[in-house]
C-alpha cells in the first residue's frame, strides 16, 4: 500500500499494529514519514523489488515536503542502485510528474502517478525502459465526482452549503488499475496497459 497527501488526517499510519498489518509505503519526501515506512521491500522470485512513495510539490500545499527529485536521487543511490524499483508519485500537476519521469527513466522501472483520481491516457514504456503513467485514476463510485457524493460537491461549488463528505457505497462503480510485466533481469518494462472497468456494486 502507498500513501498520499491525506494519509495524515487518517488513523496514525506509524501505528505499530497498523504498520505490521498493512506494509505502508509512505511519502519517503515528508518529515512525518518514519524511516520505516519510507520504502518498502518485496522479494519476488527470490529478487528485491522495491516500491517507493513521492509527493509532488506544484499546488499541493503540504508543508515541509522535500524536493521529490532529490528524494528519489538520495534513496536511489542508498537502495545502492536497486535494479526493481516501483514508483508512486502522488502529484497534481501532470508536468512535474511527466517531469519526473524522465527524470528517473532508465533507473526505476515503473513510475506511475495517482492522485487527481481520474486515469490519463499516456501510459508508455520510455526509451531506457521506465515504465510511465500520469495518473492510474480512482476506484470509487462511478456517479460521483471523483469519488465523492455529486450532490454534496455541486451543493459546495453552488455555495449552497458546505457538507461533509459522503462517498456512496452501492451503485455504478469503476476500477483503475495498471498491468506491469517486468524483465526480472533488466528491471525494464516488457509489457504495459491500462485497466478500466465498470461494475456495480449492489
Known amino acids: 500500500f502507498t500513501g498520499g497527501n491525506h494519509v495524515w488526517s487518517k488513523e496514525d499510519p506509524a501505528n505499530p499494529e497498523l504498520a505490521s498489518a498493512f506494509p505502508l509505503a509512505l511519502p519517503a519526501n515528508d518529515p512525518r514519514t518514519i524511516d520505516a515506512q519510507r520504502v518498502q521491500t518485496l522479494t519476488i522470485g527470490g529478487q528485491k523489488l522495491f516500491v517507493l512513495n513521492l509527493l509532488g510539490q506544484v499546488f499541493m500545499h503540504e508543508e515541509g515536503t522535500e524536493n521529490p527529485f532529490h528524494t528519489f536521487d538520495k534513496l536511489y543511490e542508498t537502495l545502492q542502485r536497486p535494479k526493481l524499483l516501483l514508483v508512486d508519485l502522488h502529484a497534481e500537476a501532470t508536468s512535474e510528474k511527466v517531469a519526473f519521469g524522465f527524470h528517473v ?3 526505476a522501472s515503473l513510475v506511475y502517478g495517482t492522485h487527481t483520481h481520474v486515469p490519463t491516457a499516456d501510459a508508455r514504456v520510455l526509451p ?3 515504465g510511465y503513467v500520469s495518473d492510474i485514476g480512482m476506484t ?3 456517479d ?3 469519488g465523492v457524493s455529486k450532490e454534496v460537491i455541486m451543493s459546495r461549488f453552488l455555495g449552497t452549503a458546505k ?3 459522503e462517498y456512496p457505497e452501492t451503485g455504478a462503480a469503476q476500477v483503475n488499475a495498471l498491468y506491469c510485466e517486468l524483465d526480472m533481469k533488466t528491471g525494464k518494462v516488457t509489457t ?3 485497466l478500466h472497468k465498470k461494475l456495480t456494486i449492489k
Open 105 to 107: 527513466e532508465g533507473r
Open 128 to 130: 531506457l525502459g521506465t
Open 140 to 142: 470509487g463510485s462511478d
Open 163 to 165: 457538507v461533509p463528505f
Open 144 to 146: 460521483s465526482v471523483l
Open 192 to 194: 504495459l496497459k491500462q
